[in-house]
């Protein structure tokens, strides 16, 4: 049997209409969709949008407006021109303003993954647990310009997150696997006795994190936040024979 609350092409919710027959589409996205899709039969798309796609250009406009405008500048008109496309191109490839930003959230917490791990298993020493502990840490900071966009923009959407529920449970993962990991980097690199790896994960993951912060409002040089990180490592780590 259908289910006639849901959206027959996007699966979202359908809100009742106060008067006449139950709407079958959440919006008149959806439904010019469904309308062209009844004219051209849809071609299967695939499991994942092309890195150099329409939906990858117009993730990175709102990275940009994000960045360096805020995220409440992010509108549907605002995003299409700063992707150089129209509006309804917009509203072809996402849902609504909503399920963009979301899908555009997510995409950067992808990319980040990708390109922290790409560094770190180009590191001479990728084998020492030291090292990769250290490296691990390192990729909370925006330590060149790829990653100082990010910062802003991850933290322009945290404020948001805080108040919307959907954007919140992209940052907060089943689990903590950072924290899990730099745990295990700790103990692998030779903890001092007596040492909580778990709590030491989670202070350092939190102080990088706000030293990343002053970096972006240019409180801190990388030089003084590099020479704090050693003292709280050289604190939990033994010294080496």
């Known amino acids: 049997m ?67 405008r805020g995220l409440q500048m992010a509108t ?9 496309v129209s509006p309804r191109v917009v509203q072809y490839h996402f849902t609504d303003k909503h399920h963009l930003l979301v899908t555009a ?13 790409e560094r770190i298993a180009a590191l001479r020493d990728a084998s020492d647990p030291r090292v990769l502990l250290r490296a691990t840490l390192e990729e909370l900071l925006p330590l060149d310009d790829r990653r100082r966009t990010s910062l802003r923009v991850m933290t322009a959407y945290y404020a948001r997150s805080l108040t919307d529920p959907a954007l919140a449970a992209v940052f907060l993962h089943e689990g903590s696997p950072l924290e899990e990991l730099v745990a295990a980097l700790i103990t692998a690199a030779g903890a001092r006795p007596s040492t ?21 409002h240019r409180r801190r040089t990388r030089a003084d936040v590099r020479r704090t990180l050693d003292y709280h490592l050289n604190r939990i780590l033994a010294e080496q024979p």
């Open 105 to 117: 959230l997510q995409m950067l917490h992808r990319e980040n993954e990708h390109r922290a791990q």
């Open 196 to 216: 909580d790896a778990a709590r030491e994960a989670d202070l350092l993951i939190g102080g990088v994190t706000g030293l990343g912060l002053d970096l972006l």
């Open 76 to 84: 549907v008109r605002e995003i299409a021109a700063e992707a150089g």
């Open 2 to 68: 259908r289910d006639e609350t849901r959206c027959r092409v996007c699966r979202g919710p359908v809100r009742p209409s106060a008067r006449g027959r139950r709407p079958i589409y959440c919006s008149r996205a959806c439904q010019a969709r469904a309308y062209r899709s009844r004219k051209n039969p849809p071609v299967p798309a695939p499991a994942a949008p092309e890195p150099t796609g329409r939906r990858r250009q117009i993730a990175e406009a709102v990275w940009r407006i994000a960045a360096e």
